[in-house]
């Protein structure tokens, strides 16, 4: 190559540094290249969405970071819904088991489930004109006896929700129980075992054992098995018999 031709590159390649230097040294975007839209190296979020002149801050101005995470007014939201819940949550599990609970006798004295700490209990909603009545009271009766010096009580709640068989007062149904079937357990008070105003024994009762078709008590003498401690072990259906109920009954009781 002759000695001009490179002397005129070598111009020419200083002056391009030169001007390069120039552009590089100014801190204002709009020197920047830009992009190729035929480059398969450029995304597609970069041809689509250009990010204009006009949103490059100006030299000297500091760039904010954009807040993370919900604005003031939405974490209000979430903390006053988390307090709502954690409260609705500490309700329903205020009560831990049977102690806690306060009903009243079939004379409308209260009685503090607490006085039967220690025992194992058979809770049954019973009824006087049932078609299970004359084979479960029979049995019940039985299985007292034979158990209730060994920490066995049975707990009997009267309920007319079921066929409207448990109509009479308090008076007549204990009369009834105790004269017909010997019954020498405590009965109470009359109650609502589903629905609304159903007893929060029930409640609980049912909630922490559900039946095999949701949580509602189906029929008269339903049965729930209760330990030592005051914890709902297991429920029988109504058609299940208290005498075949003996096995669990012992195995609380912790004889042989």
């Avoid at 909630?207 to 008269?220: A, E, M, Q, R, V």
């Amino acid at each position: 190559m002759p000695r001009s031709s490179t002397k005129a590159l070598l111009l020419r390649c200083r002056g391009l540094r030169a001007a390069l230097a120039s552009s590089s040294s100014s801190s204002y975007p709009s020197a920047l290249p830009l992009p190729n839209p035929f480059s398969p190296s450029v995304p597609a979020q970069t041809l689509l969405f250009p990010r204009p002149i006009s949103s490059f801050p100006e030299p000297g101005v500091p760039i904010k970071s954009p807040p993370f995470g919900p604005s003031p007014s939405c974490r209000r939201s979430f903390v006053s819904r988390d307090r709502r819940s954690s409260r609705a949550m500490a309700s329903q599990s205020s009560k831990g088991s049977i102690y806690d609970f306060t009903v009243k006798d079939g004379r409308g004295n209260d009685v503090d489930l607490s006085t039967y700490k220690g025992k194992v209990l058979l809770i049954v909603n019973v009824a006087s004109q049932c078609g299970l009545t004359n084979s479960n009271y029979t049995e019940l009766s039985q299985i007292y006896e034979k158990y209730k010096n060994e920490g066995l009580e049975i707990l009997a709640f009267p309920c007319n929700q079921f066929g409207a068989q448990e109509p009479g007062t308090n008076e007549e149904i204990v009369q009834f129980a105790c004269t017909r079937f010997k019954a020498e357990y405590p009965i109470f008070n009359k109650v609502d075992v589903n629905g609304e105003n159903a007893a929060p024994l029930y409640k609980f009762l049912k909630s922490s054992k559900g039946g095999l078709f949701g949580d509602n008590i189906k029929w008269n003498f339903s049965k729930f098995l209760i330990d030592k401690e005051g914890n709902v072990v297991d429920r029988y259906a109504p058609t299940t018999s208290p005498l075949s109920m003996e096995k669990d009954i012992k195995k609380l009781l912790g004889v042989a």
